[in-house]
């Protein structure tokens, strides 16, 4: 038993071990990872390839720099090893490839700063010319400095056009010939030369550099960014095309709002138009609530109107067989209180009510058991709530703020044909209790002015002489009385006269008839003649009859003001009643006139006390007798 716990204590040591040491390979992996993205990052560009270009830079920038150290430290090692003629050639090969160290790490600041363009065409330019002043010194043209040329023309294809690659590369193949013929004919000699033993150690050294830098560290960078430049595009390539999708969708679900929202507009005005031609009220309901139920495809449509006191929402009229029964029974609604539509003629607000939460207890009506969805709008007519428009389907949430907009004009279209139908049958009523007056006035008129001539006015047109009618020729059209023709009549007498009878109408009313004979039947021009004069003689009877009351009362306003001019122009009580009565009898046209004072509280009778005046004229017991008020 102790050997398997120490077993199971060594085999937990060696997994903790491993564990430590797997958290300290990632953890300097990580370092790693932080310090180069560090490095190569760039912030102060917006453009996204101009910033990829700038990190691939600092990426060849921080090879660069390595590149540096392993030139210098090639020449190090030939320096320890006594490969160079002299100890100052070895101390001063050193030193200027030292200097090239500080040149990337240059780079990658002003890169970090924004001078991406500018630090390209120096570091490279900068490369090219300081290799090939390393070449002037060190050997001339047998110099190894001749492999680094890889560098600067390779950056040169990547960083700049393919034709700067090539125009360096034939530059470098011209500077290395110069540099040939010129220590062919002994014009140059380089300052150090290295022995054979150093130029293959360095030979050796640069080329194994050349290529794992230019073609496996410098290609992989390269390629690396290329991939996910790649990458990056294809990415972005791919959001394109979703985006493309996306909009084309949201085009067509765009396109088909608009569509299904101009018909709805193009429905709405047909609907408003029909209903502004409707005759009452009745037909204006029962026809919106149809006509929106079959144009706009709705399960139930409902208009709902106040009751007495604006305290129940009463259901006036329905579209579906549900709110058929539901207006048999005068279903109503109380305000404020019960439903959307009871919260709309409260609110003034349109609400939209779903089959879930707190509005799903809306829906459990028997009548309408397929409701889904159900919204309320307000009708408005001239800033007053008239009722509630209701209307229900059955698709669920099949109402959103885009249908609001559009079903709140239609419900101010019906609320205005409401209103509009409401006012015209209030004019309409107006209209008829007018006529009812007016015809009753002008009947009460015509009574009295055919009171002050016997009830009768009868004339006859005889030979070409116009006298007042007969009794006998008044018999004679006893047979239709003024009662019962309605409109123009001919009819054949027994003696063979053709007679045409033409009712005359007042305010609507018959007042009298004219009769005309003839041996001849009547001709179609000469009804329409007869028609036409009828017609101009009822306006002319009206307007003589009003003439006549104009004068008649101002006459009577004439006299009474003599009368009272007379009557105050008196200064006893006795010239005063004589006055009166003498006055009113005149102008009354009495036989006889009496007015007697008697004091309150007695009889009106001739008795000792009283002051009376009597003139002749007026019949017994007719007098005028003022009381003083108690």
């Keep these: 038993m102790e050997t398997d716990m120490d077993e199971q204590i060594d085999k937990r040591s060696e997994t903790e071990e491993l564990a430590d040491l797997t958290a300290a390979d990632h953890f300097q992996r990580v370092t790693l990872a932080r310090i180069w ?74 890169v970090k700063n924004g001078h991406l363009e500018t630090m390209i065409k120096l570091y490279i330019w900068s490369s090219f010319l300081g290799m090939l002043l390393g070449t002037l010194i060190f050997d001339g043209p047998r110099s190894v ?68 830098a230019t073609t496996g560290l410098v290609n992989f960078i390269n390629m690396r960014s290329q991939r996910r430049a790649v990458a990056g595009m294809r990415e972005t390539e791919q959001a394109l095309q979703e985006t493309r999708r996306s909009l084309e969708q949201r085009v067509d679900e765009r396109t088909a709002a608009l569509q299904k929202q101009a018909t709805q507009l193009e429905t709405i005005t047909q609907l408003n138009r029909v209903v502004a031609n409707l005759p009452d009220l009745q037909s204006v309901l029962d026809t919106s609530v149809q006509l929106i139920s079959e144009r706009l495809e709705y399960y139930h449509v409902g208009i709902f109107l106040f009751g007495p006191e604006r305290k129940w929402a009463v259901l006036q009229a329905a579209s579906s067989e549900g709110g058929q029964r539901m207006l048999s029974r005068g279903h109503r609604l109380r305000v404020g209180e019960e439903g959307v539509v009871g919260y709309v003629a409260h609110t003034g607000l349109p609400r939209i009510a779903l089959d879930v939460g707190e509005d799903s207890m809306w829906f459990n009506n028997p009548d309408l058991p397929n409701t889904r969805s159900e919204i309320a709008l307000p009708m408005i007519a001239r800033g007053q709530i008239l009722g509630v428009l209701d209307i229900q389907t059955e698709v669920r949430e099949a109402f959103t703020e885009n249908d609001v907009k559009i079903l709140r004009v239609l419900a101010r279209g019906t609320a205005i044909a409401i209103d509009n139908a409401r006012t015209l049958e209030e004019m309409r009523t107006t209209l008829e209790r007018l006529a009812r007056y007016q015809e009753r006035d002008a009947l009460q008129a015509w009574r009295h002015a ?9 004339f006859a047109y005889v030979a070409g002489m116009t006298r007042e009618a007969v009794p006998e020729e008044r018999a004679s059209v006893q047979d239709k009385t003024i009662e019962t023709v309605a409109e123009l009549t001919t009819m054949e007498m027994d003696s063979g006269v053709h007679r045409l009878l033409a009712p005359i109408y007042v305010q609507g009313r018959s007042l009298g008839v004219l009769t005309f004979d003839k041996s001849e039947p009547w001709q179609p021009d000469e009804l329409q003649l007869s028609r036409a004069v009828v017609t101009q003689l009822e306006l002319a009877l009206e307007n003589a009859r009003l003439l006549e009351e104009t004068r008649l009362r101002a006459a009577q306003e004439r006299a009474r003001s003599e009368i009272v001019a007379k009557v105050r122009s008196m200064g006893s009580v006795d010239a005063i009643l004589r006055s009166a009565a003498e ?10 006139s009496r007015i007697q004072l008697a004091p309150p509280g007695e009889e009106t009778r001739p008795s000792q006390g009283s002051e009376s005046a009597e003139t002749d004229g007026a019949p017994a017991g007719s007098r005028i007798n003022p009381r003083k008020p108690e």
Excluded at 152 to 173: H, I, K, S
Excluded at 450 to 458: G, I, K, N, P
Aim: charged fraction near 15%; hydrophobic fraction near 55%.
């Design 583 to 592: 006055e009113l009898g005149q102008a009354l046209r009495v036989e006889r």
């Design 145 to 212: 400095a001749w492999f680094l040329f890889f560098w600067p023309v390779m950056l040169a294809g990547t960083f700049m056009e393919p034709d700067d690659a090539l125009r360096m590369a034939l530059g470098v193949f011209v500077c290395y010939g110069l540099v040939y013929i010129l220590d062919a004919w002994g014009f140059y000699t380089p300052p150090i030369s290295f022995t054979d033993k150093s130029y293959r150690f360095m030979s050796l050294a640069f080329s194994l550099l050349m290529i794992g």
């Design 450 to 458: 055919l009171a002050r001539r016997d009830m009768q006015v009868d």
């Design 37 to 110: 993205r560090s490095l190569v990052s760039v912030e102060v560009y917006e453009d996204e390839e101009t910033a990829r270009v700038a990190r691939l830079f600092n990426n060849l920038m921080v090879v660069g720099f390595f590149l540096s150290c392993f030139i210098t430290g090639v020449f190090a090692v030939a320096l320890a090893r006594g490969m160079f003629q002299t100890l100052a050639e070895g101390w001063f090969s050193v030193g200027f490839t030292a200097l090239l160290i500080l040149v990337p790490i240059f780079a990658i600041w002003q």
